[in-house]
């Protein structure tokens, strides 16, 4: 009934629920943006079979692909993120998860570094065994990132090879760890708007502290390299029935963003966004960071310090 709710207003008066969207924003957080940067540690050769994906082996895409980064890559990589006024940093690799102790124990020395950066560290390895979330948490870890990418119905249809309980799974893990947890999806990937507020209602149930929102960019080689771009619009709404549904937790803008909502991508903090990740995607160049201080700036915001 909530979700139908939801819908019918979304439906009948969609700016009205944008607008309400980011006045709940507004009460919740203020003029305050959190930002985060992150850095593609091991990219490509995934064994995973996610349809968006430009790192699975399955497709035959054009990606770059590399081993786990040395330690003192990644750091000198945080370093120029902090210098920029970024407060978290995302550690990410390709793969199911961690493959041995050694990478285990490679990895906790990053988190290590980057919270001696003065970050908040931040992490998306895969899926992970209570143990090792647990070593990551004692080398000062701060946040688990696992997205379920889209509703429990849908999600067949975009991954063979893992099931959605099994990411539910690992976030529940993260949690009993003492893990922050942020999770959210990709949109544009086929669902609709009900597979969102599906998507959106079952984070609030596992109690996430923050949500990605990403945009499909299709990726030639891969299964949904021509899908359209979602409109603006949709974005928009999209974002604002994650307000509605999450209204006291962070929802940040990802991938995407610029190509999916063009010259409306300011209105993404009017539709109820407190967040942002800046600089480069994992296999896509990102927006210079000057170009989203100045946005910030300009619409009379800033960054959580």
Known sequence: MQIKNHLKELEEKPWEFIREAGRIREKNFGGLVDACSIINARSGNCPEDCAFCAQSAHHGTQVNTYPLLPVDAVTEAANRAFEK????FCIVTSGRGINSDKELSSIARMVERVRKTGFLPCATLGTLS?????????????????????SKKFFPRICGTHTFDERVETILAAKDAGLSTCS???????????DRAEMAFELARLGIDSVPVNFLMPIPGTPLENADFMTPFEALKSIALLRHILPEKEIRVCGGRLTSLRDLHP??????????????YLTTNGRDFADDLRMIEDLGMRLHD
Request: proline share 2%; aromatic share 6%.
């Open 130 to 150: 209570a143990p090792q979330l647990r070593t990551l948490k004692e080398a000062g870890l701060n946040r688990y990132h696992h997205n379920l990418e889209t």
């Open 85 to 88: 006024g970024v407060r978290r």
């Open 184 to 194: 959210g999806g990709i949109f544009g990937l086929g669902e609709d708007l009900n």
């Open 267 to 280: 209105m993404i903090f009017m539709a109820g966004a407190n967040g942002l990740l800046m600089g480069d």
